[in-house]
């Protein structure tokens, strides 16, 4: 059985970081591209950012460039999301996703795990 276990969420102000992490088990992690969207109320969901196989290349949204980092450790089935200088407009809920394609996808239709997702709630 697939789990993909979130954690990291909470409430910040403007400016401030917080960083997710998002532990994998059921699955050869190494095969899967490894992604965070996050789906603010009333919006759809949105990739923020995915991270290749090997972690050799990683694909950002425009929002979030240059405040957030994504980042996996294939030995530890892990991969992370460091958010800096974080925005009233990044309150979502976060989730973690696994692909099992070689590319990375930008559309949530197209991985095939989800966590449950953590609340990220941003004041100004």
């Known amino acids: 059985q697939v789990q993909l276990v979130e954690s990291g969420g909470g409430s910040v102000q403007a400016g401030g970081s917080l960083r997710l992490s998002c532990a994998a088990s059921?699955?050869?992690?190494?095969?899967?591209?490894m992604a965070w969207f996050r789906q603010a109320p009333g919006k759809e969901r949105e990739l923020v950012a995915a991270i290749s196989r090997t972690g050799a290349s990683t694909r950002d949204a425009d929002s979030v460039k240059g405040r957030f980092t994504i980042s996996r450790n294939n030995a530890k089935n892990t991969v992370d999301l460091q958010m800096n200088s974080l925005k009233p407009e990044d309150t979502a809920v976060y989730y973690c996703?696994?692909?099992?394609?070689?590319?990375?996808?930008?559309?949530?239709?197209?991985?095939?795990?989800w966590g449950q997702g953590t609340q990220v709630t941003v004041s100004a």
């Open positions: 996703a696994a692909d099992l394609h070689v590319i990375i996808e930008t559309s949530p239709g197209l991985y095939d795990y």
């Open positions: 059921g699955l050869t992690f190494s095969y899967y591209v």
